[in-house]
Structures are given as C-alpha cells and as structure tokens.
T-cell receptor
C-alpha cells in the first residue's frame, strides 16, 4: 500500500515548455486534489476531482489543466510554463466528504527558468 | 471566499506548551482541520473539529468555537521532533482552504 505517489520528484523547465505531473493513489479514493505551496502562503488549491471523469477549478487554476481518466490517477498539466509557476506541487486524496483526512503525496518541486 | 489567520512563528523550549490560534472568515464551514508539515515533507493530518469543544489526541489537542470563528491547536510536552509548520484548514464541503502556516521551533 503505497498511499499517494507523485512523479517526478524534481523538474526544471524553461519558460514556455510543457509538462505533466502524475499523481497516483492506491486507496480507492474518490476525491483527488492538486495544490501548490509557495513560501509564506500555505497550500492553495489548483484543481480537484470528485470522481473518475470529473474535474473542477480551485482557487488558482489559471495556467493549469487536469484530467482524471482513471480513478487512481490525477494528472496536472502545464501547457506553457512561466516562472510564476515555480513552486512545490502536492497531490492529495480522500475517500469521501464524510471523512476529515486528506492524504498527501511527497510533492514535486518545479523550477521554471 | 475563505480567509484564515494564524501566527507566522512560535518558539518554545522542550517540555513547554504551545497554543497556535486560528481565526477564520468563510462562506461555508463544515469543520476545522490541523495539519503538520516537517521541512521538505508532505502535510500530515493531526486533528479535525466539526463541533464546538476540545478534541484530544495524545500530546496534541484541538479546540473549536464556531460562534467565534476561532480554533486553536495545543501542543503539550514539546519535543524536538515537534519542530515543524502547522496549518489550520477550513473544510467547506469536500475542499480544504489552508492558512499560511505557523512555524514552531523547539529549543533544547
């Protein structure tokens, strides 16, 4: 039982490049989330999904796209990376709204030059 | 939208007690959660209050007053391993909105 995993752990991009971050969970959770964490700002919700095939915008969705084709995977895409997207990205999941615990992945540290 | 305020830093000695306050203004509220994050690590769940009152889990306790839009996390018998950032988060249906975090430094 690996919990929530994220790929890659580190990445450096040049401005304008694209990439996809992969989040996978083996807990059969319905709900999955993507956050970004910047110094002094806590975690901010980018996009989330309430089940396979669904996605919704969070607090800071601009410049990102997501897909949830399979229940266990939630992908975050950057089509044209900008330096403002330099951040640590965390994926999280939880079973249903009645539970209070979100389980976080180890994070992806992204630098955009 | 959601707005949460918590102190940015707290320093205390081993064995001491630390209280981290969190005040919030929200459009929707189901409960208040607390997460711990060690430097370079992922946030991990500590506690959750949906109703007014005190919840105790070992050395950590969390309190909520819905009428005051206020909660706190109490860390007792501080240990060096408690040095970390602590985030309060408001649960609105199935989403969480996080505060900016409080960095707790424990000195020997």
């Amino acid at each position: 039982n690996a919990g929530v995993t994220q790929t890659p752990k580190f990445r450096v991009l040049k401005t304008g490049q694209s990439m996809t971050l992969l989040c996978a969970q083996d807990m059969n959770h319905e709900y999955m989330y993507w956050y970004r964490q910047d110094p002094g700002m806590g975690l901010r919700l980018i996009h989330y999904s309430v089940g396979e095939g669904t996605t919704a915008k969070g607090e800071v969705p601009d410049g990102y796209n997501v897909s949830r084709l399979k229940k266990q995977n939630f992908l975050l895409g950057l089509e044209s990376a900008a330096p403002s997207q330099t951040s640590v990205y965390f994926c999280a999941s939880h079973r249903d709204p009645g539970t209070d615990t979100q389980y976080f992945g180890p994070g992806t540290r992204l630098t955009v030059l | 939208g959601q707005s949460l305020e918590q102190p940015s830093e707290v320093t205390a000695v081993e064995g001491a007690i630390v209280q981290i306050n969190c005040t919030y203004q929200t459009s929707g509220f189901y409960g208040l959660s607390w997460y711990q994050q060690h430097d370079g690590g992922a946030p991990t769940f500590l506690s959750y209050n949906a109703l007014d009152g005190l919840e105790e889990t070992g050395r950590f306790s969390s309190f909520l007053s819905r009428s005051d839009s206020y909660g706190y996390l109490l860390l007792q018998e501080l240990q060096m391993k408690d040095s970390a950032s602590y985030f309060c988060a408001v649960k609105d249906d199935y989403k969480l909105s996080f505060g900016a975090g409080t960095t707790v430094t424990v000195r020997a």
